[in-house]
């Protein structure tokens, strides 16, 4: 089966024929040589007869400078010439399906060209053409052989083809045997590794026990963890807060201090003050205790003389008090007369006693009222006469 790789091209016969096909088609051999020589690249180029208006199926062709070589019967140094500048050529077919080992079998080349063609290419002896023949088919006739030299590549297609055979049988066998030794190697290896998966299912399900396991211990951690958040968070709003009433504390206990320090001032102001004043009053004591053993002295001294001057300081008050009552049953006998002349008059006169007293009381009250008041005025005369005493005795500044 023909192959075209990237460097083979195709032109065609009518229009652009290479040279070298040309030189081939006509037998020019040394052309054909120096053209290989001159031009490698045309040993790749395939040329065909399709694009003509009559060509069809059946007369259309499309070969290589190889293909053309073997049918014009070509001498062997320039089929080997061809098959060194394009080695790949002696595997590609024609349209027809012929390697250029059917070509040669078929036209009758020499022993040497289809031995060059058959080391070139080992497969084609056993490969076939679009009518199902291989090389040997082609040259197994009776007219071919008797064609000289047709006889020895008989024979030597045969010997080949008996070879081709026998290394395909080996082959086949080798591989047989290579696939059963596979075979039973890949059991070993199956059973091996079987009891690996066997081996490693089993890990797989512990450790997949193991997962779980962990699985749940971590749910256990983590709602752990979350319980111990929402604590934290608890304890950090407590803690929050607490920050908050230390500050205020704080603050609170700042203006405790200042007030502290301010009233520890004014305390320190007063005990001074008052440790003035202490010795002001140890001072004035000093003086009272003095004037008191002064003034025992003076009252011892002058006792005789102070009790005389109130007896008859009493005997006046008493005098005066007598003299009071009289002035007063008199100023209230004027005012009893005063009173009915303003009435027989038609004045309204004020009701004093009333105002003094809201109830009009007995006679023997009032005049008991009268004898407290003249009590309460003689304790009031001795209380003058004792402090006009007292001030008398005290000393001249």
């Not at 396991?213 to 709602?223: D, M, P, R």
């Not at 009173?339 to 309204?348: A, W």
């Amino acid at each position: 089966m023909s192959e075209i790789t990237d460097d083979v091209a195709e032109v065609s016969y009518k229009d652009s024929a290479t040279e070298l096909f040309l030189a081939i088609q006509g037998m020019e051999w040394r052309d054909a040589f120096d053209i290989i020589a001159s031009d490698p690249k045309q040993v790749r180029t395939w040329v065909n007869n399709n694009s003509g208006a009559e060509s069809t199926t059946f007369n259309s062709w499309r070969r290589l400078p190889l293909h053309e070589a073997c049918m014009r019967r070509a001498p062997a140094w320039l089929v080997s010439e061809l098959l060194s500048a394009f080695p790949e050529s002696s595997s590609l077919t024609t349209n027809s399906l012929e390697y250029p080992l059917h070509l040669a079998v078929d036209k009758g080349c020499a022993p040497e060209v289809v031995n060059l063609i058959i080391v070139a290419n080992w497969n084609a002896i056993v490969a076939q053409d679009h009518a199902g023949r291989t090389p040997l088919d082609i040259i197994d006739h009776a007219e071919l052989l008797k064609i000289e030299g047709n006889q020895v590549i008989f024979e030597s297609l045969k010997r080949c083809h008996k070879t081709y055979m026998e290394i395909q049988k080996a082959a086949r066998v080798d591989i047989a045997m290579l696939i059963r030794n596979q075979k039973a190697k890949s059991n070993v290896i199956s059973i091996r590794h079987k009891e690996k998966l066997t081996k490693e299912h089993a890990k797989q399900v512990k450790l997949e026990e193991e997962i779980e396991t962990l699985k749940t211990e971590i749910n256990s951690v983590k709602e752990l963890a979350q319980n111990k958040e929402r604590e934290i968070g608890k304890h950090m709003f407590a803690r929050d807060e607490l920050l908050e009433t230390i500050e205020d504390l704080e603050a609170r206990d700042d203006d405790h201090q200042r007030q502290l320090k301010t009233e520890q001032d004014h305390v320190k102001v007063i005990i001074h003050k008052i440790k003035q004043k202490e010795g002001e009053i140890h001072r004035k004591n000093t003086k009272i205790d003095i004037l008191s053993k002064d003034l025992q002295s003076i009252v011892v001294s002058n006792e005789s003389d102070i009790i005389e001057s109130l007896m008859e300081t009493e005997q006046s008050m008493r005098t005066m008090v007598s003299a009071q009552i009289a002035l007063q049953k008199m100023l209230r006998s004027k005012s009893t007369g005063l009173k009915t002349v303003l009435e027989q008059r038609g004045i309204s006169v004020p009701d004093m006693q009333k105002r003094q007293a809201p109830e009009e009381q007995p006679r023997e009250e009032i005049e008991k009222e009268d004898d407290h008041d003249n009590a309460m005025q003689q304790a009031a005369a001795n209380a003058a006469m004792m402090a006009a005493a007292m001030a008398a005795l005290q000393p001249v500044a």
